[in-house]
């Protein structure tokens, strides 16, 4: 099923917890010379705009880069996310949203390596055409691009990853980000990983995915744990207490293998501003869990240290572990979303959510997540209407000729604008589903 489309929910709080992350991912990897090899499994369009008819629909980016855009009191750790985000808008203007790709492209050095996979035709379309538009641009600024720094598949990128573990340098980030329309996603990512791992055990993955209360969200962090990974790391943001209708997201989370030891500081620092920031009500909280790999051997490893790993910051209260970290072993008792949000405290002094606040019916809230097949916007992006034209060449933008015959996997050596200023917009209407 390929109707999902991120072009309607680009900027929205679950992007900004997923790139802010990865921004900090790339900052921890550009600490060592050595070139490393950036995978995206799920790449998306790459860039976005936010007066498209997409994205403009339900104004999703007003729930997360909207809110950070004035702000003069950010984090410095998510000022860096901010200001990339804002390289892209030199009019100062909120116009353009960077998806993952366009996130690497940016904070990857000439050595690294860009692998991006995306199985939506359009989409990969457009995220070729982004790449490509950005590699004449460079080329019209006299700059030489590297031939095969960037990579763009059509194609499966669960499978795909596989080939490329472990990579020539040893040094990988991969992001694995799928719209998760199917229940079967959350199975296919543990399983993904797995392989990888067996592959690879020092890549650093990183996984992003919805917090809902269908079953195999609730249990897919605990799975993840499970997973022979020496360390991990999560995260999780959520921006109000979920509706009884079920529609919308409300929470999502950030599942890091092998994460860097720099993250969870600059996670402490930034995840009570976030839901400062963009809380909608008393359930908007946080979580940052840590552990080793739950293994016998690491949890006595942990144990004899006599440094039990705690859950941080609201998480302490929140999080399953209770104060246990990592010691909580496979097929122990999780409690309920809602009995963590009865005890959790808001980081920001605020009140807590109300025990019971968020019961829906798990199976009626997974099938209203979706959003109706009817949908059907049918309008493409169009530089030369958006308030922006002219202001910038529109050899900049996404063109939407119709696919080449035969031009696939479609391949683009990246360049990176001297100007940091967007390539494109995003692209042909299908009916979009949100995750869940
Ligand atoms: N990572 C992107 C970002 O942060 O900007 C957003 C990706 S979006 C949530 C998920 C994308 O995965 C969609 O564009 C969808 O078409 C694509 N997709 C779905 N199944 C896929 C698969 N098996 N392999 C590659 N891409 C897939």
Not at 166 to 172: E, G, N
Not at 370 to 399: I, L, N, V, W
Request: charged content about 25%; cysteine-free.
């Amino acid at each position: 099923m390929l109707s999902y489309r991120h072009a309607f929910h680009a900027g929205n709080h679950a992007d900004v917890l997923k790139h802010f992350v990865q921004v900090q991912l790339h900052q921890y990897m550009n600490q060592k010379d050595t070139a490393y090899t950036y995978i995206d499994t799920h790449s998306g369009a790459g860039v976005y705009a936010l007066d498209s008819n997409f994205a403009t629909k339900n104004a999703e980016f007003d729930t997360g880069i909207g809110p950070l855009w004035g702000r003069t009191d950010l984090p410095p750790a998510l000022a860096e996310y901010v200001d990339l985000v804002k390289g892209m808008n030199p009019s100062g203007k909120m116009r353009y949203y960077p998806g993952s790709p366009w996130v690497a492209d940016q904070m990857t050095r000439p050595e690294d390596r860009l692998r991006l996979f995306e199985l939506h035709p359009a989409d990969s379309k457009i995220l070729a055409d982004n790449f490509r538009k950005a590699e004449a641009h460079k080329a019209e600024q006299g700059e030489r691009s590297r031939g095969r720094r960037v990579m763009i598949e059509r194609g499966d990128g669960f499978m795909s990853m596989k080939a490329l573990l472990p990579p020539p340098s040893r040094r990988a980030l991969v992001l694995i980000d799928p719209p998760y329309e199917v229940k079967d996603d959350y199975r296919k990512v543990k399983d993904a990983l797995e392989e990888a791992l067996g592959r690879f055990p020092s890549g650093m993955f990183a996984v992003w995915y919805p917090v809902l209360q269908r079953m195999e969200s609730r249990q897919f962090a605990d799975r993840l744990k499970r997973l022979p990974a020496k360390e991990w790391l999560h995260v999780t943001l959520t921006v109000s207490t979920p509706g009884p209708d079920g529609f919308g997201l409300h929470s999502s989370g950030m599942f890091i293998l092998n994460p860097p030891y720099t993250l969870e500081p600059l996670l402490r620092e930034v995840m009570p501003y976030l839901v400062k920031v963009l809380g909608k009500d008393a359930g908007a909280s946080f979580l940052i869990e840590r552990g080793t790999q739950v293994t016998g051997a690491a949890a006595a490893r942990v144990g004899a240290s006599g440094t039990a790993r705690q859950p941080v910051g609201n998480a302490r209260r929140a999080s399953p572990l209770s104060g246990t970290g990592s010691l909580r072993l496979p097929g122990q008792a999780m409690p309920t979303r809602d009995a963590g949000a009865k005890d959790a405290a808001r980081p920001d002094g605020g009140p807590v959510a109300k025990p019971g606040a968020a019961k829906v019916n798990a199976a009626a809230r997974a099938k209203r997540f979706s959003r109706p097949e009817t949908e059907r916007p049918d309008e493409r992006f169009d530089p030369t209407r958006s308030p922006d034209a002219g202001k910038a060449p529109r050899a900049r933008y996404a063109d939407e000729r119709p696919r080449v015959p035969g031009a696939r996997p479609e391949r683009a050596a990246s360049a990176r604008p001297a100007s940091g200023r967007p390539v494109a917009g995003t692209g042909p209407a299908r009916p979009a589903r949100k995750r869940g």
